[in-house]
């Protein structure tokens, strides 16, 4: 028998949506047109795995079973870019599925020199920080961090 494979970023997500709507936001989430930042015709980055925009910022989530930098380094390209969708801040929310506390170590540690460099390169643009977990018992403390960006 075939066990059903979890999609773990889904699952986290859900808290992430319940804070958003309990104040009110709407939540922009998966590859929908309203979820797009679009590069060139049909060449688009999703804008977040969840996204919610306030008068001051684009709060952005962006959930990962694994570790890597690609959703750290498209925020760098658009940003460089100028591209019109994105008209505030960005607040990104890097969360990272570990097994263990040395799991994808070394990418978590090429995410946060890529992050200094960005900040660098784009200023005020853009506050990236990335957060790991374990279990659904870590999400909360993630969690309240971002809804302080909410109230």
């Not at 979890?6 to 986290?12: D, G």
């Not at 949506?17 to 709407?26: R, S």
């Amino acid at each position: 028998m075939q066990r059903k494979r979890m999609n773990i970023e889904s699952e986290i997500l859900k808290r992430f949506v319940e804070v958003a709507h309990k104040y009110g936001y709407n939540v922009f989430k998966g590859q929908g047109k309203d979820n797009r930042i679009i590069i060139d015709g049909n060449t688009y980055f999703q804008f977040g795995d969840l996204r919610v925009n306030t008068e001051t910022y684009h709060i952005v989530i962006e959930a990962e079973s694994a570790g890597g930098v690609t959703n750290l380094v498209k925020y760098w390209y658009c940003l460089e870019k100028n591209l019109d969708i994105i008209k505030k801040p960005i607040v990104l929310f890097h969360v990272f599925h570990q097994s263990s506390e040395a799991d994808y170590g070394s990418h978590l540690s090429l995410w946060r020199f890529l992050r200094d460099k960005m900040q660098t390169a784009v200023g005020d643009k853009i506050k990236a920080a990335c957060y790991t977990y374990k279990n659904y018992e870590d999400i909360e403390a993630i969690v309240n961090d971002f809804e302080k960006y909410l109230v």
